[in-house]
């Protein structure tokens, strides 16, 4: 009987710890829509235990930002994204600069690096890092898909926000260096300083879409 009731506390623990959102709502926090979670969201977000606590969060969230005039907005620079950032198969809109530029508003880089993995490095033109003129989306897409950037390559772009660009409580302009790797095809923030420096920027962007927004009226 003792052997039952143990077996029986140790499924229930068991039902406790794998509770939660399934595979089909896990990753809505990274997605364009996603992306404006707020700090405090996100952990509402992770105390949820079910699908329906899911889709109701989520009906809530884009209710609170105005609803359609909101998610319209979104997969519009979701598709721009999509169209010049996508790396091989991974969607602009899923990349590092693509949620940067989604939530940050659209610039170009002003440098790029051509790195081998091992450290060596081929500059492109330099560009005058206050000046947001330089490669296009499209030159950028077709520099990080090109056929030459084999497994021994990957190019390091330099994007900067000035800070007229940015949300005014941040009171600075933005230098970020991000690297694309076509082999793995994705790309990642080069610098730990520089990634901290986006999540607050992107703390501040989703507190300022909540407050701005007229929620929509709910059904």
């Given at each position: 009987m003792k052997h039952i009731a143990a077996a029986i506390t140790v499924a229930l623990c068991a039902t406790s710890i794998f509770a939660g959102v399934s595979g089909f709502y896990k990753d809505w926090p990274k997605t364009p829509i996603g992306y404006y979670m707020t700090n405090d969201e996100r952990k509402q977000w992770n105390a949820l235990q079910s699908d329906p606590e899911a889709e109701q969060f989520i009906k809530d969230f884009v209710a609170k930002r105005g609803g359609e005039a909101f998610t319209r907005e979104v997969a519009q620079n979701a598709e721009k994204a999509?169209?010049?950032?996508?790396?091989?198969?991974?969607?602009?809109?899923?990349?590092?600069?693509?949620?940067?530029?989604?939530?940050?508003?659209?610039?170009?880089?002003?440098?790029?690096?051509?790195?081998?993995?091992?450290?060596?490095?081929?500059?492109?033109?330099?560009?005058?890092?206050?000046?947001?003129?330089?490669?296009?989306m499209e030159d950028m897409q077709a520099a990080s898909n090109d056929p030459g950037?084999?497994?021994?390559?990957?190019?390091?772009?330099?994007?900067?926000?000035?800070?007229?660009?940015?949300?005014?409580?941040?009171?600075?302009?933005?230098?970020?260096?991000?690297?694309?790797?076509?082999?793995?095809?994705?790309?990642?923030?080069?610098?730990?300083?520089?990634?901290?420096?986006?999540?607050?920027?992107?703390?501040?962007?989703?507190?300022?879409?909540?407050?701005a927004a007229t929620p929509a009226p709910q059904p």
């Open positions: 999509d169209k010049y950032l996508s790396i091989g198969k991974t969607p602009g809109s899923e990349t590092a600069r693509g949620k940067m530029m989604i939530l940050l508003g659209p610039t170009v880089a002003t440098a790029a690096t051509k790195k081998k993995k091992s450290g060596g490095a081929r500059m492109a033109p330099p560009t005058s890092m206050g000046d947001l003129s330089g490669p296009t950037n084999t497994t021994t390559f990957m190019t390091e772009y330099t994007y900067a926000y000035p800070a007229s660009a940015l949300p005014a409580a941040y009171g600075k302009p933005l230098v970020v260096k991000i690297e694309v790797d076509t082999n793995k095809e994705r790309d990642r923030i080069a610098s730990y300083g520089a990634e901290k420096e986006l999540d607050k920027l992107y703390e501040m962007v989703a507190q300022a879409k909540l407050a």
